[in-house]
């Protein structure tokens, strides 16, 4: 979990090291050549849709690229649930826990 001021992606190379699975799907806040050098050299394909600002930007697999938006929905669905969204917990491990709860709930429907 990172600090409200920090980027996510920050943490993409600590986590990249945990995943499974051959290929890494990551939003535009992930395009950076660090990760996906990473992702190569754990063989994952690196599906990640390129910035703007790129001048050579590399080729994006549509297909795969679609099933994140799967992910976008159910934190669509999880910040639903006020805890979850605002964060009310000051450890990480009773956060977690929410976390944990409300996506059983949203299983179970």
Not at 26 to 31: F, P, R, S, V
Request: with cysteine.
């Amino acid at each position: 979990m990172t600090p409200g001021q920090q980027h996510e992606s920050t943490m993409a190379e600590e986590l990249l090291v945990h995943a499974e699975g051959e290929a890494f799907i990551a939003d535009t806040g992930y395009d950076a050549e660090r990760i996906r050098t990473n992702a190569q050299k754990l063989e994952m394909k690196a599906v990640i849709h390129p910035h703007p600002s790129r001048k050579q930007p590399p080729p994006l697999d549509r297909a795969l690229y679609r099933l994140r938006y799967r992910v976008e929905c159910f934190f669509h669905d999880l910040k639903r649930f006020r805890a979850a969204a605002t964060r009310y917990d000051k450890t990480a491990t009773c956060y977690l826990a929410v976390l944990h709860v409300a996506s059983m709930l949203l299983w179970l429907r």
